[in-house]
């Protein structure tokens, strides 16, 4: 339990009391008062009066004192730690929340860091003229026209240069993981979320065979230079297939997918006995995997950036809002997806960590767990990405959040999950109290 900031609130000591009066010989007669003991009764009468009130309002204090909780959190984390039902907060926010917090300034976070930077460092110089004028020279040439004098900004320094460095770096990774992909012109699929293809012609998408033809497509760009009886396995799994209803379907794929700029289709007949989509057409998977390669094999700002844009496709689990009958082939690829994905969101995260830049961190971390809600290595990402910024807010609501998801799920946290928390909160907690 934490230590509670006790206050010193006991009583004050009590002044010295009234010297006891000297008593006169029994039976003798009354003496005359002397003025000056007659004085120095009153005074001490009135200092033990007031003795008696200091004590009695340190008594009070002290019995309020007595009726606080001792075990006062004072950080707000109670019930975090031994209750059985803890209140982490009432306010439950997704990532959704957290993506929106980081993305809303990221397109002029760059140009409002620097130019806070620059105009910081250009108030602590002193301008050219203002020094001539306190140095006394004054360098005006008589009868010449004056001119405005244009005093470049000096180039950040010291620790003013390594800031502005980091500013510039968290910015950049920032802007990476939220900037939005334009709009493609030629077929593009897209796995890593909800399945679908862009840069169709106008009024494709409301094809009547959309789902089956964008199952199509994602098989084929997946696994190019497939036989037939390969495709007839991923899209009648199990059943006999007659070649005139594979024909069909692959003559409707070819129609929706349409022709390049030359005339000839994005899917051409088989050839050699193999299907094959034309080299244009690509998917966000691809994207990501060469990605994912320049920026875990590398280092720095670079290397960064690309794992940042590795991530910025990942929009949902991967093949989400398929129909349960459907994409029977493609378990494996979810799979490998999710792991390059964690992998992906944990590097960057850490790597960001590192450089204290915790929003680029903690995005990191969200963009990963949008694909994997239930990962626990990401999960502990973020939390000490809050922790680190002094976020106990964000903290106890993202650890709230993974309870929940496992109590749904039916399973427990893992060990270095339960770890990390004890760490994070009670040993802040007793470090701080």
Known sequence: MPVALATNTGAAPALPGPLPAAAGAAGSSREPQDLDLIAEKDEQEQRARAAASIS??????????????PDEDVFGLAGTEDDEDPDWGEDEKDLDALIARYTQDADDEQ?????EDHGGVR?????????????????????????PVTVPSPAPTGANARVSHRLHNSSAVL??????????????????????????????????????????AAWLVLNPGSSRLEFDEAMWPGARVDNQARNTLMSRARRWLGNKPDGSPYLPPITEGVYGLDLAVTCDWAQFQ????????????????????????VRGRPFAG??????????????????????????????????RDHRAAAMAAARGLEA?????????????VHAASGDRESLERAAR?????????????????????????????????
């Open 175 to 216: 802007a990476a993981l939220t900037a939005d992909a334009a709009e493609p012109s030629i077929p593009y699929v897209r796995l890593l979320g909800r399945v679908e293809v862009l840069g169709l012609g106008s009024g494709k998408q409301q094809d009547s065979r959309r789902r089956q033809l964008t199952e199509v």
């Open 290 to 313: 060469e990605l994912y390669r320049t920026g875990h094999h590398g280092s720095g700002l670079d290397a960064d950036i690309a794992l940042a844009q590795a991530l910025a496709l």
């Open 56 to 69: 009695a309002a340190g008594a009070d204090e002290a019995d309020q004192e007595e009726d606080a909780d």
């Open 372 to 384: 994997i809600p239930e990962s626990e290595l990401l999960y502990r990402d973020l939390f000490e």
């Open 322 to 355: 398929t129909l349960a009958t459907k994409y029977n082939w493609n378990e494996a690829w979810v799979q490998e997806m999710i792991s390059a994905i964690e992998d992906a969101a944990h590097e960057l995260a850490q790597r960001r960590l590192a450089e």
């Open 111 to 115: 140009g409002a860091e620097q130019a």
């Open 123 to 147: 108030d602590a110089e002193p301008d050219a003229e203002q020094q001539a004028a306190e140095d006394g020279e004054d360098d005006t040439v008589v009868g010449a026209e004056a001119q």
């Open 401 to 433: 959040r993974l309870h929940d998801l496992n109590e749904e799920l039916g399973v427990d946290p893992e060990e270095e999950t339960v770890e990390l928390l004890e760490t994070l909160l009670k040993g802040r907690r007793t470090a701080t109290a």
